[in-house]
């Protein structure tokens, strides 16, 4: 997540749609007052080499803790969530509906069938002994992961000014660019090496994951008319 007070801009981050490499862009615009949430370069060494500015402003205080961080703390003995990939609602709840309201606010969205994919090769940088296969992994994920709808919505109503496409990123991006009145955005290629086999998703994903992609997504596959493609 993004908050740039000087440029009056909310970047929603939705995982595993590029928004490692947009928030490493838009974080060199950032001022002082800003809020960036951390990067873990631990699986991202090439997020450092990009350039990203750093994490700031984002440690909450407790007045700002809402009810799931005190479940965390108080009932799982976990600290609160970060904000590095928070939900339009929780992001609106922290700034207060008027900033919401005045800034423009843009995600970035990806095919639920590539997604999915994609979901697949990052668990394994993080679970290298699992040996499930892609398939598998997919049968395995609830709608909260696989789609992504209740991330950039509010009241289950699209809580963004605009919703860029990763199959087209850079003609969105600079398209939302030009609107917050900043220079347009050269993405480095951020966790992009992860994915070793990159036939067409179609080629990948047998019949029972895709319907079960089809049935946990189907709102998002609806509101952006994506199709399953043959290839």
Request: hydrophobic share 40%; net charge positive.
């Amino acid at each position: 997540m993004i908050i740039s007070h000087q440029h009056q801009f909310i970047f929603v981050r939705v995982p595993k749609t590029a928004s490692t490499s947009v928030a490493i862009e838009l974080s060199k615009m950032c001022g002082l007052e800003d809020v960036i949430t951390p990067i873990f370069f631990k699986q991202d060494p090439e997020g450092e080499k990009a350039g990203f500015k750093g994490p700031q402003n984002h440690r909450r205080r407790l007045w700002q803790w809402q009810t799931d961080d005190w479940f965390r703390f108080l009932i799982l003995h976990k600290n609160p969530k970060n904000f590095k990939h928070a939900t339009a609602a929780r992001i609106q709840k922290y700034i207060g509906k008027t900033i919401w309201d005045s800034y423009y606010k843009f995600c970035v969205v990806r095919n639920p069938f590539d997604r999915a994919i994609s979901l697949y090769y990052w668990h394994l940088t993080k679970h290298a002994n699992d040996r499930q296969d892609l398939n598998r992994f997919i049968l395995g994920l609830s709608a909260n992961k696989l789609c992504t709808w209740h991330r950039y919505t509010i009241n289950n109503k699209i809580a963004m000014d605009m919703v860029c496409h990763y199959e087209n990123l850079q003609i969105d991006l600079d398209a939302a660019a030009a609107k917050i009145g900043i220079p347009p955005l050269i993405l480095s290629n951020a966790k992009g090496a992860f994915r070793k086999d990159r036939r067409p998703y179609s080629q990948l994903i047998n019949p029972e994951a895709r319907e079960h992609i089809e049935h946990q997504c189907s709102t998002e596959i609806e509101a952006f008319n994506y199709q399953w493609v043959s290839h």
